[in-house]
T-cell receptor, first 110, second 112 residues
Framework: RKEVEQDPGPFNVPEGATVAFNCTYS??????FFWYRQDCRKEPKLLMS???SGNEDGRFTAQLNRASQYISLLIRDSKLSDSATYLCVVNKGGYSTLTFGKGTMLLVSP | NAGVTQTPKFRVLKTGQSMTLLCAQD?????MYWYRQDPGMGLRLIHY???????AKGEVPDGYNVSRLKKQNFLLGLESAAPSQTSVYFC???????????FGPGTRLTVL
């Protein structure tokens, strides 16, 4: 099992749609979890951290289920500017070495 | 405040040539990292450093060497480039004890 697995994508959705991304991780000792966003040919940027209690930032909601080793990201009311690749990222602990999923591409169309 | 910068932005090498990629950060971060990103693959950690004068291997260290002589700089060297090292290389840094990593804009390297 890969360390961090994501939906392969791409996801093609119309503006205004709600879209959910799923991610699973294999190391139960993982300590912290994130979603990064990467625009085409650009560097990854932190979108949000993910907590067991769930967290929301505007149209974005992230959830963590430690028992199932599952992370999700929900985007409501999709905008054209949300088109990007979303990376699920896990920190196993120690010196902040991150493990990245392959990413799921989102394409929002008018 | 430039954040994390990388030099060069693009480079084409012939097999067997050597080169050094430079990463610089002006945020006084203790930790620095080098990743590579290939099509269809997630970012993979090459080497990292938790302080000046210290380096450690990541997931894919073979064929690369690194040095951290100054806190603000992290150098990635390819002694004898191979076509398999064609990739986009990202540098990142963060404050010790904090998880949020800040990435540079990347270096696109092609080895012919």
């Amino acid at each position: 099992r890969k360390e961090v697995e994501q939906d392969p994508g791409p996801f093609n959705v119309p503006e205004g749609a709600t879209v959910a991304f799923n991610c699973t991780y294999s190391n139960s000792a993982s300590q912290s979890f994130f979603w990064y966003r990467q625009d085409c040919r650009k560097e990854p940027k932190l979108l949000m951290s993910v907590y067991s209690s769930g967290n929301e930032d505007g149209r974005f909601t992230a959830q963590l289920n430690r028992a199932s080793q599952y992370i999700s990201l929900l985007i409501r009311d999709s905008k054209l500017s949300d088109s990007a690749t979303y990376l699920c990222v896990v920190n196993k602990g120690g010196y902040s070495t991150l493990t990245f999923g392959k990413g799921t591409m989102l394409l929002v169309s008018p | 405040n430039a954040g994390v910068t990388q030099t060069p932005k693009f480079r084409v090498l012939k097999t067997g040539q050597s080169m050094t990629l430079l990463c610089a950060q002006d945020m006084n971060h203790e930790y620095m990292y080098w990743y590579r990103q290939d099509p269809g693959m997630g970012l993979r950690l090459i080497h990292y450093s938790v302080g000046e004068g210290t380096t450690a291997k990541g997931e894919v260290p073979d064929g690369y060497n690194v040095s951290r002589l100054k806190k603000q700089n992290f150098l990635l060297g390819l002694e004898s480039a191979a076509p398999s090292q064609t990739s986009v290389y990202f540098c990142a840094s963060n404050i010790a004890g904090r998880d949020t990593q800040y990435f540079g804009p990347g270096t696109r390297l092609t080895v012919l």
